[in-house]
């Protein structure tokens, strides 16, 4: 079976639209409504983490072979055997994002970073193809 491979980056259309759009009402706001400079400026630096993905364009990503599930995001790196795989936990969260959790037969749990997370439907439809149980949990606090 071919390797399931999942790559992004932190440069995309979807970050530089949702960016300008929001810096772009800001400056409206403050010239139509005159709205808060303190205020304006704290949803400035709300976006800052996005505007350094789109600078640095920060690459992340996961593979699955036959043997291996291991992630990149930025300089975090991870690496876990098939065979030490329980299972693979998706949490749906209250902002609706799907976070993944590798579940081991030890008890242990290995979080992937949500950077390197796979559109979640697809992914979970690999699994289960190679024989990997799945759970989902919804609106999880943590």
């Excluded at 810096?23 to 303190?38: E, K, N």
């Excluded at 796979?118 to 949990?137: M, N, V």
Aim: net charge positive; charged share 20%; glycine share 4%.
């Amino acid at each position: 079976m071919d390797a399931y491979r999942f790559e992004t980056s932190g440069r995309n259309w979807t970050t530089l639209i949702t960016v300008l759009a929001i810096w772009v009402v800001l400056v409206v706001l403050i010239i139509r409504v005159d709205m808060s400079i303190v205020l304006a400026v704290a949803v400035v630096l709300c976006t800052l983490p996005a505007f350094y993905d789109l600078i640095t364009a920060r690459a992340a990503g996961l593979r699955l072979d036959a043997t291996t599930l291991s992630w990149h995001a930025g300089t975090k790196t991870g690496e876990v055997s098939i065979k030490k795989i329980k299972h693979i936990r998706f949490d749906t969260r209250l902002d609706l994002s799907v976070r993944l959790t590798a579940v081991l037969h030890i008890g242990q749990k290995v979080k992937i970073p949500f950077e390197a997370t796979p559109p979640h439907r697809a992914f979970e439809a690999e699994l289960e193809s190679r024989g990997i149980k799945t759970e989902r949990h919804h609106f999880g606090f943590v």
